[in-house]
């Protein structure tokens, strides 16, 4: 388990089915005997009982983790175990890619499952949205593949809708040529230049990314106990440049502005890339993420970081301590290309500009600081909402990939979205074993049990 409060859960039993056979036998176990049960992918959420179950079963995904590209090298079939670092290192060797993470040890499913941003978005949309089929064993044991023309339903609600439909234990992604290589650029910057660094956030964000849809970054500014130091760490990447020596059209003010020692251009693979990215959050932490999403805003950007800077001053000599805010810029081309293969249930349809997914990652050590982080950081959550609701720019949507267990994720894909994602689930799931107050209640669910009555559970709805 990546988060610690995870892996301090202690299951009664642990199980590593290694096909769908042996899934259908203990899904139809653990629900005949009405045991508790949860499911890991990567093993990377951060609430505690979301894959792994606290005195229950933990059904684990991890010998399911094969890569297999199909022969005509249109699409690749990954186990519902894998990681995205096995998957970019096997299409790599072939020429190939996948729209998947940024992070080498996130695992494909809850990746997927959640949405996917990926530094291919502009080209291709999310990682959901390049799913052609998904092989998923249903709350009954019963085995089957979904594509859009099989069950166009539960095809469409697969494609953001989390752990709600059963145990997916395989996607179909599509694949494209690609070189395996992507322009990545390390900025390190101090914090005095922060100012200056958001107007070039926004300027890209604005006037670049929409232009060069090649072009994926992320902008994370945060204290890094360690060393005593504000810090901001920006990574640009392009994934159809190789020119080292000349950054893109769409970086260029970037490279204006100094940097400090250990700032980089490198034109790597994304295997190597995912795979840095990745030690910069390594496992054994205690994290929380929190989410909100609004149109690209100077102004709230701006007033975040201020109330990053007040929040900061509660925490700042917990030890260990990494607290950062991350600007994910998404332009509003990514939202078109939800529309293929029959759309996905996010309801970011009526986005006509780009957007920014702002994501508070929080990193402590010690449990006895789980109380005061979580103080703090709610706080401000909250007021980072007011300013932004002040401002008239804030989306409905929430990224269920960096959300926090309190937040509402499925209604902020619109109450069209959630009411058919409701009668979708129940009518795989009527018993409630997948929905919240089930056996299988943690993460985000759509539909929610109480009690149960002569063994089956009673939907609240």
């Known amino acids: 388990m990546w988060d610690a409060k995870q892996a301090e859960i202690i299951p009664a039993c642990r199980v590593e089915p290694a096909s769908a056979e042996e899934i259908t036998f203990i899904l139809k176990t653990v629900i005949e005997h009405q045991c508790n049960f949860a499911i890991k992918g990567g093993g990377h959420a951060r609430h505690a009982g979301s894959s792994n179950a606290d005195n229950g079963v933990t059904i684990d995904l991890a010998k399911m983790n094969q890569v297999e590209i199909a022969s005509d090298r249109k699409t690749v079939k990954v186990g519902g175990g894998a990681v995205w670092l096995d998957v970019y290192t096997a299409v790599e060797a072939e020429g190939l890619m996948v729209i998947g993470g940024r992070v080498g040890d996130v695992g494909v499913g809850g990746l997927t499952l959640g949405g996917g941003i990926s530094f291919f978005s502009g080209r291709h949309g999310w990682a959901c949205d390049s799913v052609i089929a998904f092989e998923i064993v249903l709350p009954d044991g019963t085995f089957t593949k979904i594509t859009q023309s099989s069950n166009p339903d539960l095809f469409w609600a697969l494609r953001g809708g989390s752990n709600n439909f059963g145990v997916v234990i395989a996607f179909h992604f599509e694949t494209f040529e690609h070189p395996g290589k992507l322009w990545r650029a390390t900025r390190l910057h101090k914090w005095e230049d922060v100012p200056e660094l958001l107007d070039m956030q926004y300027d890209f964000q604005v006037n670049q990314q929409p232009k060069d849809l090649d072009t994926g970054t992320f902008f994370p500014y945060g ?14 990447v392009h994934t159809a440049h190789d020119d080292i020596d000349n950054p893109p059209e769409a970086f260029k003010k970037f490279f204006t502005k100094d940097v400090m020692d250990g700032s980089k251009v490198d034109y790597n693979s994304l295997s190597n890339i995912t795979l840095d990215i990745q030690q910069s959050s390594p496992p054994g932490l205690r994290v929380m993420y929190k989410t909100v999403t609004y149109r690209a805003s100077r102004e709230l950007d701006g007033k975040i970081l201020d109330l990053y800077l007040e929040a900061l001053e509660h925490v700042k000599k917990i030890p260990g301590i990494i607290p950062v805010v991350v600007f994910h810029p998404v332009a509003a081309e990514v939202f078109k290309k939800m529309q293929k293969n029959g759309g996905n249930p996010l309801g970011l349809d009526d986005v006509d500009g780009p957007v920014t997914v702002m994501q508070i990652a929080w990193a402590w050590t010690n449990k006895e600081d789980d109380e005061l982080n979580y103080k703090v950081t709610k706080r401000l959550f909250e007021n ?16 269920q990939n960096y959300a926090w267990a309190d937040q509402d994720v499925f209604s902020g894909y619109g109450e069209e979205n959630l009411a058919r994602l409701r009668k979708i689930q129940k009518s795989v799931d009527p018993n409630g074993a997948f929905a919240a107050g089930g056996l299988n209640g943690g993460y985000f669910k759509v539909n929610k049990v109480m009690g149960s009555v002569e063994g089956m559970l009673r939907d609240e709805l």
């Open 384 to 399: 980072i909402k007011v300013e932004g609701d002040k401002l008239g720019v804030m989306h409905r949507y929430i990224y």
């Open 223 to 236: 204290y890094y106990a360690a060393y005593d130091m504000m810090l901001v760490p920006f990574t640009l």
